[in-house]
């Protein structure tokens, strides 16, 4: 009845529903669950519309007591629930109900879609209450909605947009607890093309390409709380850790902008730091952390600071000392200040500014060891060992050399291969004590 369509990333689709938004239902009408209230019994836990079981009666939250003549807490609960399920169409079973009071029917096995609420749902415009427990609105056609239309499974739950023999096709909006997508669809899944995502907390995804799974989109991901967004190629995840090939991250408060190339969420090579101000520079950035550092780093210093100076504001590059001395001259290095001393990492984050998670593996310490037992074997002096028949006369002799196994334990250090030998990761969560700076508080 209710499927599920992930979309794989941060931001993601879950609990949506099947590809046939409108199912047929096929059975008696019951569903049942595990009872606690009524002495054990199984409960009814709902009663499809348009059933058997509603036009006779049965409501949600009674005891199911026996199936013909056969008490129910006699049987496991999915093999009643087989039983309600495997009923043939037009075959009946004789349905014991209570506590109070203990009823009998016989539902008759049927096929239905739900039960009309306004107008005429079979050809026309109506609402219909589907078996699925959604209620549909629009125009059906064969008793299925095609063309525009809406189906509503809860406040936050629901689908607007078009429809084709009851299934998500054309352009349409899909909402659910954990988000939104926008664009076209087929045969009840996102279709190829343009679409965006969205989701509760604010993130957003816009772009084209593949929305199934596995996920190939080139497109723009907003991430307001950690304040950047990136632009580029995505494959698998929505986020920095689908980002394949060259990117481009942009810090929303500063303005700075990084691009070049990332696999696996880290960068993979030398790329440019364009400033809000000034000329774009080299940088080789480690992480993908040191990345976000630099970006959200010294917004105002760089505003202030003149365009040709943009590396050294940055923190990229130590100014010359000599710089703007006539040729041929030395100009004296300035005198040294009296700095106070140097400022020590933080060691929350190991001065990264971003939270640490530790390798369960490893336990953070990057690599991990390994017992090998080795088996050592020694030949002893050889000596001659004489043989004797039953009667005690010697038969022979056999020159024998005695051998010995003897085992030791040989302990070896590897990278551990969780982590690749880095005790962990760093998360996108800010460290707290150096709210992100990298070096402890003074």
Known sequence: MR????????ICLSGLASAVAQPLYRGLGLEIGPGVEWNDFPVITRVVPDSAAERLGLKAGGALLAIDAIGARSLPIEKLREELRSTPLGASLEITVGPEPVTKVRLRAGQTRGRALEGVVTEGEGVLLGADGGIYRGRFQGGVLTGFGRVDFSADDWYEGEFEAGRFSGKGVRRSRTGTFTGE????SPAPGYGRRESPEGERFDGTGVWGDPLAVRGLYVFPAQRYEIEGEFKGSADIWGAAGNVRIRNLDTGHCYEGPFLRGEPKGPGTLEPREGAAVPFAPASFNQVRRVLAARDAVVASKPAARSRETLGLERPDATAGAPAGSRRAPPA??????APRPCASCAGTGC??????HCAGRGVVEQAFTRYHRQEGNAYQKSHYDAVGRLAGQATVRPVTTTTSTVTVTKPCPA???KGGRLSTKTCLPCRG??????
């Open 336 to 341: 040294a200040t009296t700095a106070g001393p």
């Open 437 to 442: 700076r990298g070096v402890a508080a003074p």
């Open 355 to 360: 939270v640490l998670e530790r390798c369960g």
């Open 419 to 421: 982590c690749e030998g």
């Open 3 to 10: 499927g599920a369509i992930l979309l794989t990333g941060m």
């Open 185 to 188: 669809w087929r045969d009840g």
